[in-house]
């Protein structure tokens, strides 16, 4: 008889919340540290090891094969029969670590023949980490079972420690090697953590029965899914190595941050809805993965339009605080690339939230090669003339393509929901947010202080807007957040 696990791991709003809070690390500690680096490794040596992160996951893609999506819809389906979990983790598993020996076979070969290469070996070896810890840390496991409390906590210990390192070790412009290494401390070495822990919820003895063929033909569109949005999210940065200067991918680079900071709390509730959404559809709860779908595209909207208008008044004041004046040439990328934060924001709705647990990920694979190829164009045309401004326009005219055919694909499944969001409350909370905060700029107040009253005239004004007017989804987050405070304090 198979052991069973209860149907509900954890509430949403639990998931969220820890989500919430580890997007918030992920905000505050590049924040922190490339403020730190930036100005002591300037935008050669940042550049360098931009360069270095974006070749490399090249070739993580092909280690990991897609399994990190993959695995969390396939375990999520079997998550209530230990049995069957613990037989499909060590199939993935087994899977992950033959591509994960062939990968290396090629980076070593590649490092010693690409003349390219050869000056930074030390840097690639070290981000080059990222591709065993990412295999060993099983992560798509944790978030199949819902286990972000967990994944949460154990992330931030490794980002503080990984604080302490980096001003401890960073001193000199030579030091861009140790900083490299320690980026990856941040972002992997806790996948050690995950592999010694996993034996709470699978077992770590063979239990026979595989059947590793059975996930070939998944795990090779879900791979070709994550080669081309690997394609498209990264290869500008490294076009912009080969075919202009570090300092230019220094630009970029610092542009590219703070896009994904925004991303991943934009992205934030989808992250979390995708093992719901799994078990939804595999249980034929059609109805509850509808609800959760629009509510999720609701969240987008209300979220990625008001943070995209901000950063776009105030991008300069963004540039400066998270590196210096040094870094003036990343403002107009950054100008460029804000309007992804919308576009990602969909896609990650309709492409990893309904496309892929429906069973439709050859569509999202389709947009994402549709997204590689309009940027691999676009990249060659425009980066030899306008270097990471350039990259900015690929990147923004990629997202945008993947988009379109994302929600062709799924136009009478989304359209109902597009139909809910309120956009002329929206539009109107964030012109006058807009004009109640944009004079600010003008008072001369430096980075900091110009991006921290901006911001809080800004979103509350906004904030205030949407509840004033009733905007549903603000509501119903504030009469949640109330009610909470209220059972917490009659505990009390």
Request: hydrophobic share 50%; charged share 15%.
């Amino acid at each position: 008889m198979s052991e069973r696990r209860p149907k509900r791991v954890n509430s949403i709003r639990i998931n969220f919340v820890m989500n919430a809070i580890l997007t918030m690390s992920s905000f505050i500690f590049p924040l922190i540290t490339f403020r730190h680096v930036s100005g002591i490794l300037l935008p050669v040596g940042t550049g360098r090891v931009a360069f270095a992160t974006s070749l490399i996951s090249y070739f993580n893609i092909f280690a990991q094969l897609g399994i990190p999506t993959y695995g969390v819809r396939v375990c999520a389906q079997v998550r209530d029969d230990k049995k069957l979990l613990t037989r499909t983790a060590h199939e993935l598993l087994m899977i992950n670590l033959i591509t994960c020996a062939v990968t290396y076979v090629v980076l070593f070969a590649a490092l010693l023949t690409v003349p390219k290469l050869q000056d930074d070996r030390p840097l690639y070896l070290l981000v080059s980490l990222n591709i065993i810890l990412t295999s060993i840390g099983m992560e798509w496991i944790y978030k199949a079972l819902e286990q972000y409390t967990y994944i949460t906590v154990r992330s931030i210990i490794f980002k503080f420690i990984a604080l302490f390192a980096m001003f401890m070790t960073i001193h000199e412009q030579k030091d861009y090697v140790l900083y490299g290494g320690i980026t990856i401390l941040a972002a992997s070495a806790s996948n050690i953590l995950n592999f010694i822990n996993v034996h709470k919820y699978i077992d770590m003895r063979p239990v026979g029965g595989y059947n590793l063929r059975r996930h070939l033909k998944p795990v090779a569109i879900f791979f070709a899914m994550a080669c081309a949005s690997t394609i498209y999210t990264h290869l500008d940065t490294v076009m912009l190595g080969f075919m202009t200067t570090n300092t230019d991918v220094g630009y970029y680079n610092a542009s590219v941050r703070i896009k994904s900071i925004l991303i991943s709390i934009v992205t934030s509730l989808g992250t979390v809805l995708l093992p719901r959404a799994s078990y939804y559809i595999e249980h034929g709860e059609i109805e509850e993965f509808r609800r959760i779908s629009r509510k999720a595209l609701n969240f987008v909207f209300l979220i990625a339009c008001p943070l995209m208008i901000y950063f776009i008044i105030f991008a300069r004041q963004g540039i400066y605080f998270l590196s210096n004046s040094a870094y003036e040439g990343a403002v107009v990328p950054m100008r460029i690339i804000m309007p992804t934060l919308l576009f990602v924001g969909i896609t990650n709705i309709t492409g990893i939230q309904m496309l892929v647990p429906m069973g439709k990920e050859t569509v999202v694979l389709w947009s994402e090669i549709g997204g590689a190829v309009t940027d691999i164009i676009l990249n060659a045309i425009l980066i030899p003339k306008m270097a990471s401004a350039g990259a900015a326009i690929g990147t923004l005219a990629a997202e945008m393509v993947v988009l379109i055919i994302q929600y062709a694909a799924l136009r009478n499944e989304v359209a109902p929901s597009f139909k809910t969001v309120q956009y002329l409350k929206i539009t109107a909370g964030i012109i006058l947010a807009s004009a109640a905060s944009f004079w600010v700029i003008n008072l001369s107040l430096g980075s900091f202080v110009t991006l921290l009253i901006s911001a809080v005239i800004f979103f509350a004004v906004y904030g205030c807007f949407l509840l004033v007017t009733g905007e549903p989804l603000t509501r119903e987050i504030i009469t949640t957040l109330c009610n909470d405070l209220r059972s917490r304090f009659r505990k009390r």
